[in-house]
């Protein structure tokens, strides 16, 4: 790898946009409490904690592959608000994608990183919240209306999109054609609670709502944790739904798509609006992420990759996504450089379509000012 790609942040890379994160914690974290927001049970043993040592312990003016109570301690001996600073000021990421965008670390978030910010709202939540403040009998009125509202909004999630089915997919729970505004009322339970995690028609209706609204949708995969255990949602069943809202022409983005990247990436070269990024695989795999990227890239059309990071409560996650990120993709098109199997020019392109560009066309960020 050349001398180029040592630095954890290139002079001549754009600054990344994260197509989803979080915000970091504010409040300075016990040990135990560090552990559980890097990874939970087996994290300070793993790759994850491989590349914090090799990483992120010189920002915190250690040597490189400090040992882990020594980080620790240098970590609580700073400060959560400097740790803050200090990893976010270099992660080299010039906008955020916020899920949660209202929680308590928002602002310090955006000021350490001194980049701007942009909400991904919740669909699921957007609903519950006009469900309990207006009742059902005029929810969907009352959904599409404030997703006409939303200008500050760059993309819609479904957070409450998650594994129910026996073979574990999400992907089962959109339909290929939304409930009609009568039929919405079947999934209300008389107690006007909303079946979010069992019923596949409210899904569909708030995911196609959100379309016709012109709203790109996030669509998460990757690992949520089911009844404590880590599970996984196949994009493949994705395919019915895909396919019916190709001609609406509204991106889609299939979030933290490892272990499913291939597959994802195959669904992007075959429905015109369907994104894909990988989310915490870099940061969670370290240097070793690099086959990851080559293998999307196998399929996946340059315009349709998007970066982030889906950095949550530790600062480490977004510095750490970043910086592994471009080595892992700054890697492979070395690699490809090297044996002349790529211009120039095109590894150029491709580096900045990824790392900006095409976040800034689905989320319409050029348009934010």
């Known amino acids: 790898m050349p001398d180029r790609w040592r630095s954890p942040v290139p002079d001549?890379?754009?600054?990344?946009?994260?197509?989803?994160?979080?915000?970091?914690?504010?409040?300075?974290?016990?040990?135990?409490?560090?552990a559980r927001l890097l990874g939970?049970?087996?994290?300070?043993?793993s790759m994850t904690a491989v590349a914090l040592r090799r990483w992120c312990a010189p920002v915190l003016?250690?040597?490189?592959h400090a040992a882990v109570d020594t980080y620790l301690a240098r970590r609580r001996e700073i400060g959560a608000d400097?740790?803050?600073?200090?990893?976010?000021?270099?992660?080299?990421?010039?906008?955020l994608v916020l899920d949660e965008p209202g929680t308590r670390g928002t602002d310090a978030t955006?000021?350490?990183?001194?980049?701007?910010?942009?909400?991904?709202?919740?669909?699921?939540d957007l609903a519950v919240a006009l469900l309990a403040e207006r009742g059902p009998s005029d929810l969907a009125a009352d959904v599409r209306r404030e997703l006409r509202r939303t200008d500050a909004v760059a993309a819609v999630t479904l957070a409450c999109l998650r594994p129910v089915a026996a073979d574990g997919s999400a992907a089962v729970l959109l339909g290929s054609a939304p409930p009609s505004d009568a039929e919405l009322g079947a999934v209300?339970?008389?107690?006007?609670?909303?079946?979010?995690?069992?019923?596949?028609?409210?899904?569909?209706?708030?995911?196609f709502a959100a379309l016709e609204a012109g709203l790109p949708l996030e669509i998460p995969l990757g690992h949520v944790l089911a009844a404590g255990r880590p599970v996984f949602g196949d994009p493949v069943a994705l395919r019915p739904f895909l396919a019916a809202t190709e001609g609406m022409g509204v991106p889609v983005v299939l979030v933290n798509a490892y272990p499913y990247h291939e597959v994802a990436a195959v669904l992007a070269r075959s429905y015109t609006h369907v994104h894909l990024d990988?989310?915490?695989?870099?940061?969670?795999?370290?240097?070793?992420?690099?086959?990851?990227?080559?293998?999307?890239?196998?399929?996946?059309p340059f315009e349709r990759l998007l970066y982030s990071s889906d950095g949550y409560g530790l600062a480490e996650h977004h510095y750490l996504g970043a910086v592994l990120f471009r080595r892992a993709l700054g890697g492979v098109l070395h690699d490809l450089l090297v044996r002349d199997e790529i211009d120039r020019a095109t590894s150029e392109r491709l580096t900045r379509l990824v790392s900006r560009d095409n976040a800034v066309r689905v989320f319409g960020l050029g348009r934010r000012g």
């Open 278 to 300: 990988l989310g915490r695989v870099t940061r969670v795999g370290g240097e070793l992420s690099a086959r990851v990227v080559a293998e999307t890239l196998l399929a996946a």
């Open 40 to 45: 939970g049970s087996g994290a300070l043993d």
């Open 82 to 95: 400097e740790v803050n600073r200090r990893f976010l000021s270099r992660a080299g990421v010039g906008d």
């Open 61 to 64: 003016d250690l040597d490189a």
């Open 12 to 34: 001549d890379w754009p600054r990344l946009v994260d197509a989803h994160c979080h915000p970091v914690a504010v409040e300075d974290l016990s040990d135990q409490a560090f």
């Open 188 to 207: 209300l339970r008389t107690d006007g609670e909303v079946r979010r995690a069992e019923d596949s028609r409210w899904h569909t209706w708030l995911a």
């Open 110 to 124: 955006l000021q350490a990183a001194e980049a701007r910010g942009h909400r991904l709202l919740r669909l699921d």
